[in-house]
């Protein structure tokens, strides 16, 4: 069973950034199409960043050009930085391996809670 460790979360003041980090253990790691995933307070777990195994990212719009997702294969991690957050990006943030825009391929991790408020 895979399982996913996520750290790094904390409360920032709305424009400050943190980076979250996530462990994963798979031997598999580098095969996967890996995502950051949130669920705000009465939301859907929601997909907002994923690399694929070719290094390409994607991003939801509402985070395009504030997080940027990376990977260590060798270390088998990966990450989120985020700059420029704001009080809307308060959530839960969860690491796992891709499926669907709202489901992981793999049971879910604690998560890590960013909470954004001055």
């Known amino acids: 069973q895979v399982q996913f460790v996520e750290s790094g979360g904390g409360l920032v003041q709305p424009g400050g950034s943190l980076r979250l980090s996530c462990t994963v253990s798979?031997?598999?790691?580098?095969?996967?199409?890996l995502g950051w995933y949130r669920q705000a307070p009465g939301e859907r777990r929601q997909l907002i960043a994923r690399?694929?195994?070719?290094?390409?990212?994607v991003y939801q719009d509402s985070v395009k050009g504030r997080f940027t997702i990376a990977r260590d294969n060798a270390r088998n991690t990966f990450s989120l930085q985020m700059n420029s957050l704001k009080p809307e990006d308060t959530a839960v943030y969860y690491c796992?391996?891709?499926?669907?825009?709202?489901?992981?391929?793999?049971?879910w991790g604690q998560g890590t809670q960013v909470t954004v408020a001055s």
């Open positions: 690399i694929l195994t070719t290094g390409s990212t």
């Open positions: 796992n391996v891709v499926l669907t825009l709202t489901q992981a391929r793999f049971d």
């Open positions: 798979a031997s598999a790691f580098s095969s996967y199409t």
